[in-house]
């Protein structure tokens, strides 16, 4: 019982000053990360240990806050963080179309640049013109492997924005 009123006081302290302190820069869940270090051991391995323990204290607040969220009431937990999940994974979604735009255009254009790439071996030296050679055969073979995938990934983004509608 002692043990357990002890970090129960330790949190309380800890939480008590990571709520006095400001936001700033270097600062996470409410501790501050040590700006520097200065090369002398005593005072680095003071600033660095409270900062540790503040941030695993931080988390272990936050774990439980969320644990005790989903104790007093599962459905609304499990929808809250669905639709949490839901609008990151439209995010991510919205944010990569542009991407996979960019993404086919280069692989058109590196397809096509594949025989100046092999015909410039023919200038490197010695054990380089294999190598270089061997690698040019991998990269086609990474574009055959992008031309089975971009169909895939096509249908996979029809399928995703069908289900959204």
Do not use: H, W
Not at 37 to 64: H, M, R
Not at 89 to 101: E, G, H, N, Q, R
Not at 138 to 154: C, M, R
Request: a positive charge; one cysteine or more.
């Amino acid at each position: 019982m002692k043990n357990i009123l002890t970090a129960l006081l330790i949190s309380t302290i800890f939480v008590g000053c990571a709520a006095k302190t400001g936001s700033g820069e270097g600062e996470t869940a409410g501790c501050i990360k040590p700006s520097k270090k200065y090369g002398n051991a005593d005072v680095d391995d003071f600033l660095q240990t409270s900062f540790d323990i503040c941030e695993k204290l931080q988390k272990a607040k936050e774990l439980l806050s969320d644990a005790n969220e989903f104790v007093a009431n599962p459905s609304a937990y499990i929808a809250k963080r669905g639709a949490q999940a839901k609008a990151q994974l439209l995010s991510k979604v919205t944010k990569m179309i542009p991407d996979l735009t960019k993404i086919a255009k280069n692989a058109v254009n590196t397809a096509a640049g594949s025989g100046n790439a092999t015909s410039a071996t023919a200038n490197l030296p010695g054990m380089d013109k294999i190598k270089a050679a061997k690698d040019i055969a991998n990269a086609v073979k990474n574009l055959k492997s992008i031309g089975e995938t971009a169909p895939k990934v096509a249908d996979e983004l029809n399928s995703l924005l069908s289900k959204l509608k």
